[in-house]
């Protein structure tokens, strides 16, 4: 499975931005894809999942509510909306993918996209 991760970017505090992943195949019907991201000197951390054929999302607690995590099945395609930016949002965004299921472990999943910037000047 390939991922390919964009719509990062440099955006005012209080602004929104919306990343997209695009997978080459979902491989299970346990499939899940996440988000997570990493601060420079800081570890991976997570950020938001989804269980692709069951719909259920996770956040992490840092961005309940300002955050949503979607799937369009056509395309293959998971979409982070990001609203209400804040300057601590500043990361490098990975998209990941794991066989099954959804974790909040960035070592459970199988596999990576490229990474894309996030900026919030504040």
């Known amino acids: 499975v390939q991922l390919q991760a964009s719509g990062g970017g440099l955006v005012q505090a209080g602004n929104s931005l919306r990343l997209s992943c695009v997978a080459s195949?979902?491989?299970?019907?346990?499939?899940?894809m996440g988000w997570f991201r990493q601060a420079p000197g800081k570890e991976r951390e997570f950020v938001a999942a989804?269980?692709?054929?069951?719909?259920?999302?996770y956040y992490a607690d840092s961005v309940k509510g300002r955050f949503t995590i979607s799937t369009d099945n056509a395309k293959n395609t998971v979409h982070l909306q990001m609203n209400n930016l804040k300057p601590e949002d500043t990361a490098v965004y990975y998209c990941?993918?794991?066989?099954?299921?959804?974790?909040?472990?960035?070592?459970?999943?199988?596999?990576w996209g490229q990474g894309t910037q996030v900026t919030v000047s504040s």
């Open positions: 195949s979902r491989t299970s019907s346990t499939f899940a």
């Open positions: 989804v269980n692709w054929s069951h719909g259920n999302t």
């Open positions: 990941a993918a794991r066989i099954n299921g959804v974790s909040r472990i960035a070592d459970m999943y199988d596999y």
